[in-house]
């Protein structure tokens, strides 16, 4: 343990004076209006109509309605004095085929959105692909499919020229491990696919979609915009310090991690991921040059980070862990890691189930900067679920999101101290929101939504955090 982690959590520390307080969101988790101005289906949609597949039969149809309420949120993050706002662009609302001209109703909704962010000096970071593929593309094969990532080039391009004159931030994908493993892997997110092959090709062709994206964006866009990826690095943990569980950890960063590390900031596929998968596919779709399109200079490198990851080696036929945080689903979403079990640390836990330690975040950004020094970082979501409750006077209070926050900052701060290019933080989320197959029944928001009426009332973790946004001084919550 060094000096800095004994300090105690009371201390305040004061970030950087540039550092950017922001909060983030998703276009399917928020907008609804989800058949208004031409916008047509994508997977989610098709995936959360399809009975049995989001808990309860939720969908976003309306989610928190912020296509037509943007106005009252922007509001709500200029009281709360926050910095940033980082949020995406439906693909099939802005592209509704997934190719061919935009539709200028779905550019003005977003248009009309950053004017209201700059106009209360809030500073926009867009992201354009948070899982939401226009039904099209995946009719025609999806992201296995090469034309997907010269779909997501072109699309690339027309954000920017719509855009570029006010967007200064951008992200390309959001957590392509969840598209392709989650999505074709295990099937727990849309499309739904169980395919290994499948996933390992959309993995490709989301690196590949990165690469042409970042060409079209600077293509398009000032020379001072700043370019990001939003890659949720799983913190890698072995069990216990054996061989076998140290090759475990191996075989997980490979295929959580260095799967897009490799390609988008070294130009080539680490060869014990090649090995890990040689008896699924022989990766014959990488065709030459790919991995240095995927290999495009980056501004920053952008961090999801919720819970690390605790692996072990399982001999073949043996056990595997209970409560591995893999759903129901019989398949693996670990392509080559059939031999490794996960295991979730005891201790706190959020709503989720997953166990609470800023520590791995810590580790986490001191690992990432020096494999990629001079290569800026930023958390682009950090967030905790919680079963809020709305007490008779109509307040929320949130403790113990607050506490897990202000955990997490003190690590990034940590993390600053110790020399890491730490910019900015984005707490995931704004607004309670639709999350994924669990519908609406897990809540993230700083500010908490009644479904029934759509009314927002910021938490007191809400307050907290602006707070802490407004002066750059985190300070404990309640004191
Ligand atoms: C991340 C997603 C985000 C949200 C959080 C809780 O994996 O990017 O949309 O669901 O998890």
């Not at 049995?52 to 939720?58: D, L, R, S, T, Y």
């Not at 034309?147 to 951008?170: C, H, I, N, P, Q």
Request: net charge negative.
């Amino acid at each position: 343990m060094t000096a800095s982690e004994t300090r105690p959590l009371t201390a305040i520390r004061s970030f950087p004076p540039d550092f950017l307080w922001g909060t983030a969101t998703a276009a399917y988790q928020i907008e609804g209006a989800a058949r208004e101005h031409g916008r047509t289906p994508s997977i989610w949609d098709t995936f959360s109509h399809t009975p049995g597949k989001v808990f309860a039969g939720h969908t976003g149809d309306v989610a928190v309605d912020h296509y037509h309420r943007f106005r009252e949120d922007v509001r709500l993050m200029s009281e709360l004095g926050l910095g940033a706002y980082r949020f995406s662009v439906s693909w099939s609302r802005v592209q509704p085929t997934g190719r061919g001209p935009a539709v200028q109703q779905g550019l003005d909704f977003y248009r009309r959105l950053v004017d209201e962010l700059l106009a209360a000096g809030i500073e926009p970071a867009l992201t354009l692909y948070h899982w939401d593929l226009p039904q099209e593309l995946e009719d025609l094969g999806g992201w296995p499919e090469r034309s997907t990532a010269e779909r997501f080039g072109d699309y690339a391009a027309l954000v920017a020229d719509a855009l570029g004159d006010r967007v200064k931030r951008w992200t390309t994908l959001n957590e392509p491990w969840c598209s392709a493993f989650l999505g074709y892997g295990s099937g727990v997110h849309a499309p739904g696919r169980t395919d290994t092959v499948a996933a390992l090709r959309a993995a490709h062709h989301l690196n590949l979609g990165h690469g042409l994206g970042v060409q079209a964006l600077r293509a398009a866009l000032p020379a001072d915009s700043q370019l990001a990826v939003s890659l949720n690095l799983h913190e890698v943990r072995p069990l216990t310090p054996s061989p076998e569980d140290l090759d475990a950890a191996r075989r997980i960063d490979a295929v959580g991690n260095r799967i897009w590390l490799g390609p988008m900031l070294e130009g080539a596929y680490p060869e014990d991921l090649l090995a890990d998968t040689a008896h699924l596919t022989d990766w014959s779709f990488v065709r030459d040059g790919d991995t240095l399109t995927s290999h495009q200079p980056l501004d920053l490198l952008a961090v999801n980070y919720y819970t690390p990851t605790v692996v072990s080696h399982v001999a073949r036929g043996g056990e595997k862990p209970q409560d591995d945080g893999h759903g129901n689903s019989e398949h693996s979403p670990w392509p080559g890691a059939e031999d490794v079990g996960f295991h979730r640390a005891p201790g706190e836990r959020t709503a989720m189930g997953w166990p609470v330690d800023p520590s791995a975040l810590y580790d986490l950004l001191t690992r990432t900067a020096a494999r990629y020094p001079g290569l800026p970082l930023v958390i682009s979501e950090n967030g905790a679920a919680y079963e809020d409750e709305v007490r008779p006077d109509g307040t929320v209070h949130d403790p113990q999101r607050a506490a897990y926050v202000h955990a997490h900052l003190d690590a990034v701060h940590r993390a600053i101290a110790a020399g890491v290019d730490v910019r900015g933080y984005f707490l995931w989320s704004l607004l309670d929101n639709f999350e994924w197959s669990y519908g609406y029944a897990k809540r993230f928001g700083a500010v908490h939504v009644d479904y029934d009426t759509l009314e927002r009332t910021p938490k007191s973790s809400a307050h907290w955090y602006a707070r802490v946004a407004r002066t750059g001084e985190l300070h404990a919550p309640g004191s």
